[in-house]
């Protein structure tokens, strides 16, 4: 009996439901021919007049537009996907439009993301938020200002001396090749080394100094860049301060966002964010803490062996360790670059700069990543070296700093998908490592 009544109120909220959400074709069915033609006239004089004064129109006037045109027509479902494309499609573009000016809000937040675990650890002991926001907030201050004193200016001293050592290497490359004996015995079977030595200079030299003078303006760049964003005040201003608000009220905001959904899947978002966060926040905040002690070590053993531009290198060596496998072959590669501008012996010590990277990789996969990172993350080497190479292709190094925990995120849908469609046991092992 109750299965039956069941049934019969499904069928007639079904049916309530079919009646509120009308076809589109049921409008002009409802419609007489003279309403029909004057409706066609509007349309076409509305698109006439929309051409004369497309000078002054902007994605405000055209969403406004659309919602005025829309708006009496809700009740169809032609017309609500509509206005709800419009809707998204405005957003996208305001997001674009005022990205300059959400730059600190963003930082701001992520840095609150990082920091929230530990203000969530000081709230259980009966601290209260405020207090421990501001006292992170200080220490962190005060970090990046002994970074900025301290650090940055050393860093970017090693960074003029190791160009200046690759050009002088350079200089030194031409004059030994213009010395050889190779040349003189070349000469001798017949080939002029007058024309040789004017390809080499037309062709060989430029294009060293092509390269090398692409490396000093890209690194110039970067540079101004930092130096430019450091330099803002009304940054370094805001962040602090916004930083301290969006810890302050994070649960607020979690709360806040979660309210913005319909009430019916509020239960659902509420825990794609608990997932999100155990995932993307362990990942992140564990991936942080190892690239910050593999820079450490790699600075510190690089001072013990005696090779140059070790608290570079060691700077370095955080920033590509948040890149899988191609961070590490670009370390290694760079380390023995850069270990034979060291003083002699020069063999040995690349092979002892590239053999150091390769024992802190070992020890980082085997020890470190497993303590504090984790294996939350659970993707295939194959589509974490995919997504690597797609991410930097569209988003360039920005992208390979996101691309795993985005990825990880992507996948953390799917699997839910496939769950509610197949039910809870149905997985697919091609996302898991172990599967390989």
Avoid: C
């Amino acid at each position: 009996m109750a299965t039956k009544r069941q049934r019969q109120t499904k069928r007639s909220s079904e049916q309530s439901r079919f009646d509120k959400e009308l076809r589109w074709d049921s409008l002009f069915s409802s419609l007489g021919r003279i309403e029909i033609v004057l409706l066609v006239g509007g349309v076409l004089l509305l698109m006439v007049l929309i051409y004369t004064i497309h000078t002054i129109l902007s994605p405000f006037l055209a969403l406004g537009a659309i919602l005025f045109l829309l708006f009496p027509l809700r009740r169809y479902v032609l017309a609500r996907t509509v206005m709800w494309l419009a809707i998204i499609l405005f957003s996208l573009w305001f997001l674009d439009a005022v990205s300059t000016i959400l730059v600190p809000f963003v930082i701001s937040l992520v840095f609150a993301y990082m920091l929230d675990p530990v203000v969530d650890l000081f709230e259980t002991w009966k601290i209260p938020r405020k207090v421990s926001s501001l006292v992170l907030i200080l220490l962190f201050i005060t970090g990046v200002t002994l970074a900025i004193f301290f650090v940055l200016p050393i860093a970017v001293g090693q960074l003029e001396g190791m160009l200046d050592a690759l050009s002088r290497l350079t200089n030194d490359l031409r004059a030994t090749l213009w010395n050889s004996k190779l040349l003189k015995l070349l000469e001798r079977y017949g080939i002029s080394m007058e024309e040789l030595r004017q390809t080499l200079q037309s062709r060989l030299t430029p294009s060293l100094e092509d390269i090398l003078r692409g490396m000093v303006q890209a690194v110039g760049s970067v540079m101004s860049g930092i130096s430019s964003f450091i330099t803002q005040i009304v940054y370094l201003i805001l962040i602090p301060f916004l930083t301290f608000y969006f810890l302050t009220d994070f649960p607020k905001l979690s709360t806040r966002f979660q309210k913005l959904f319909p009430r019916h899947i509020r239960p659902r978002i509420e825990q794609y964010m608990r997932q999100a966060d155990e995932l993307i926040g362990h990942y992140l905040r564990g991936a942080l803490i190892v690239a910050i002690l593999q820079g450490i070590a790699v600075s510190v053993l690089f001072s013990v062996v005696g090779i140059r531009y070790a608290l570079l290198l060691g700077l370095l060596a955080a920033l590509l360790d948040l890149i899988p496998y191609f961070g590490l072959i670009v370390m290694m590669a760079l380390s023995g670059v850069v270990a034979t501008l060291s003083d002699p012996p020069i063999l040995p010590r690349a092979f002892m700069a590239i053999g150091i990277v390769g024992v802190l990789h070992v020890i980082e996969v085997a020890v470190l990543s497993p303590k504090i990172v984790g294996s939350k993350v659970g993707l295939h080497p194959l589509l974490i070296i995919l997504s690597l190479l797609i991410f930097m292709y569209f988003m360039g190094f920005v992208g390979l700093l996101i691309a795993v925990p985005t990825t990880a995120l992507v996948i953390l849908f799917v699997r839910d998908w496939e769950e509610r469609r197949h039910g809870p046991h149905h997985h697919d092992d091609a996302y898991h490592p172990d599967s390989a």
